[in-house]
């Protein structure tokens, strides 16, 4: 049996996720004794398994759902993770498509041309674009 702290160094997490992952329902939080509460190995095989989900890319409430299934439930098993796949996949493409555009923007800002940087103009709002109090603010040189 072991402490929270000790559970929460031996799990890699702090003491503050423990009680946080006990708020969302993913661990128990187990009756004191003693004054002070004890963790079991399964406590700690638990704290690890969620974390091993969240390395593989499930949110908590996935997570959640995973705890909760019989382990024999393959099927559920492996809809979630092909939901989550499909999730991070999704993701890779916004990242790559990112990267494409900085990728791009650098290239043009690396050209010895007149005027200003591509990526400065590409973040900064045109005049145009500036809202009605922004543009009297500047007007008064606040």
Do not use: W
Request: with cysteine; glycine share 8%.
């Amino acid at each position: 049996m072991m402490k929270i702290g000790d559970l929460a160094k031996a799990g890699g997490v702090s003491v503050e996720t423990i009680r946080f992952y006990q708020r969302r329902g993913l661990l128990a939080e187990p009756p004191r004794g003693a004054g002070a509460r004890r963790y079991s190995q399964e406590d700690l095989e638990r704290l690890r398994s969620i974390r091993a989900a969240q390395t593989a890319g499930f949110t908590l409430e996935e997570i959640g759902v995973l705890l909760a299934l019989d382990p024999n439930d393959r099927p559920a098993a492996r809809a979630l993770a092909e939901t989550r796949i499909a999730a991070i996949d999704e993701r890779i493409a916004t990242l790559q498509a990112m990267r494409a555009a900085l990728h791009n923007l650098a290239q043009d800002c690396a050209r010895d041309e007149p005027g200003p940087c591509p990526i400065i103009a590409a973040v900064s709002p045109a005049p145009q674009e500036m809202t009605a109090p922004a543009t009297r603010a500047l007007a008064r040189g606040e």
